[in-house]
């Protein structure tokens, strides 16, 4: 079992920035691969973000160039940087752990809104 605790979330204004974090527990997290989705009011699911056991980043359209995904191992721990956020980022964004495809876990979810 593994345990997903996500922090960071909040109230931003255009254009500002923030900082998720995702503290993990419960089983490894060196060889896992650690990713970021979000979901909007009435939309599916979406990826945001993965990084490997390696370090190896993956991102997604929607913030690729906004966004910085990075793991402390020691701390096990996964961030989201996320910089010149719009209103149209506001959604719950979940930490994501996969050390198999048979070994996935979600984090509770941590809410984002962007507004004035």
């Known amino acids: 079992q593994v345990q997903l605790v996500e922090s960071g979330g909040g109230l931003v204004q255009p254009g500002g920035s923030l900082r998720l974090s995702c503290a993990a527990s419960g089983r490894t997290f060196s060889n896992a691969v650690m990713g970021w989705y979000r979901q909007a009011p009435g939309k599916q699911r979406e990826l945001l973000a993965l990084?490997?056991?390696?370090?190896?980043?993956t991102y997604a359209d929607s913030v690729k160039g906004r966004g910085t995904i990075s793991r402390d191992n020691a701390k096990n721990t996964v961030f989201l940087q996320m910089n010149s956020l719009k209103p149209e980022d506001t959604a719950v964004y979940y930490c994501?752990?996969?050390?198999?495809?048979?070994?996935?876990?979600w984090g509770q979810g941590t809410q984002v809104t962007v507004s004035s």
């Open positions: 994501y752990y996969r050390f198999s495809m048979d070994i996935i876990y």
């Open positions: 990084i490997s056991s390696g370090g190896s980043r």
